[in-house]
């Protein structure tokens, strides 16, 4: 009979070998190595395993598709027709598999499966509405915060002109009162739950959290710990956040360190591309020099920092000096261990703004080869480029649900 929080294997005759692994705080269970689906501890589906292709459940209420086919990966959200079979589907296996289990698992262990059959088609639609009166739409944070509690200090975007960009286009620009935020704190535990207790870190949100005025944000960031502290007493819950480059032109070296202070371990930059005359084409604020000088700040601050890059701006026809130019600011940037380097494929509407201006200026856009080729040169190249070797990692956008 299987511990709680201790992974173990059950063997029934009906059922064959069953691998539970329940956790603190989620719950993973594998059907004999075909299927497997993890849960929370609000009983919510959080990734599962089916038909040998991977689904990662967002808050949303969306499902994210990732499979690997012959072609190259695939990547995309479930229709919601889809999503709501694979719901069905994963209901009625949890409850062939909490009937059967019934007597070999521990009480802790039942009770939670029988969490999970709670959540039916009515309970899944209502979580879906609950999410849209909390949150704008959570357009996209990095990678490594994925598991992150996504708090809306800010909605939307302070530039929001980005050629490239669309994700902020539906909304203004808006800073939320200390009142504001409290409230949409107590609605996101409400929300969360139990399934909180999986996310330790906190991204503030939206695009470009850190042009706060430092006056009001220490007034937010004093809210936020207050309602969301963190596990270990006196130490703050960790922090990260975007930061547009000419919103970090207005802080000081000290202020970076006040907010190193209060919890911000990452500060996420997109450079995008260290070449002038490609950054001018993706209409960023700021230049390639600015943001060297913002990195160096930050960094001097004790505060650690995500450079993004992408693969694919300024099409064949400016790879060369998008590459160059790109790996030399990073160079010039000192990166170290405790930073990060993300390479991420430029995927714009074939109508937006950056392809209109690209066809415009007669740019030969790279074909599937030459872009996975420069993502490539350019991951190999950031190693090279930075002497004490931040973490390089591929940041494909479409992976994202929150």
Not at 190 to 205: D, M, T
Request: glycine share 8%; proline share 6%; with cysteine.
């Amino acid at each position: 009979m299987p511990r709680p929080n201790a992974p173990s294997v059950v063997t029934t005759p009906e059922l064959g070998s069953i691998y539970l692994n329940a956790q603190p705080h989620a719950l993973t269970i594998s059907d004999n190595l075909h299927t497997t689906y993890s849960f929370d501890r609000e009983g919510r589906l959080l990734s599962c395993f089916v038909g040998g292709q991977n689904y990662r459940c967002g808050f949303c209420g969306e499902i994210l598709l990732k499979a690997t086919l012959a072609g190259g990966k695939l990547r995309r959200r479930l229709r919601p027709d889809e999503r709501d079979d694979l719901l069905e589907a994963v209901h009625t296996a949890v409850t062939r598999l909490s009937t059967g289990l019934a007597n070999y698992v521990p009480a802790e262990v039942h009770a939670w499966l029988a969490t999970v059959l709670a959540w039916d088609a009515a309970r899944h639609t209502h979580d879906r509405q609950t999410f849209q009166t909390i949150y704008k739409p959570v357009s996209i944070v990095p990678p490594d915060q994925y598991q992150a509690v996504v708090v809306q200090a800010t909605e939307g975007c302070s530039w929001n002109r980005c050629s490239f960009c669309t994700f902020y286009r539906d909304r203004p620009f808006r800073i939320k009162t200390p009142t504001e935020l409290r409230t949409h704190l107590h609605q996101i535990k409400a929300f969360l739950g139990r399934g909180l207790a999986l996310r330790q870190a906190v991204f503030l949100g939206d695009a470009n959290a850190l042009i706060v005025p430092q006056p009001r944000l220490r007034e937010l960031l004093a809210v936020l710990h207050d309602e969301l502290p963190s596990a270990t007493p006196g130490v703050p819950r960790k922090l990260y956040a975007f930061l547009d480059i000419f919103g970090g032109e207005h802080k000081t070296t000290a202020q970076y360190a006040e907010l190193g202070a209060a919890g911000m371990r990452r500060i996420y930059l997109g450079l995008e591309s260290g070449d002038a005359t490609v950054f001018d084409l993706l209409n960023k604020p700021g230049s390639p020099a600015a943001c060297i000088e913002v990195v160096r700040t930050i960094k001097a601050s004790g505060i650690n920092v995500g450079i993004i890059l992408l693969a694919g701006p300024g099409g064949a026809t400016l790879a060369h000096q998008h590459v160059t130019q790109s790996l030399a600011a990073l160079a010039a940037m000192e990166l170290t261990a405790g930073d990060l380097v993300y390479v991420s494929p430029l995927i714009v509407p074939a109508d937006g703004p950056y392809a209109q201006q690209a066809r415009a200026l007669g740019l030969v856009p790279l074909d599937a080869d030459g872009l996975a080729s420069q993502l490539a040169t350019l991951k190999v190249g950031a190693v090279a480029a930075t002497a004490h070797r931040p973490k390089v990692a591929l940041y494909h956008i479409e992976e994202w649900i929150y």
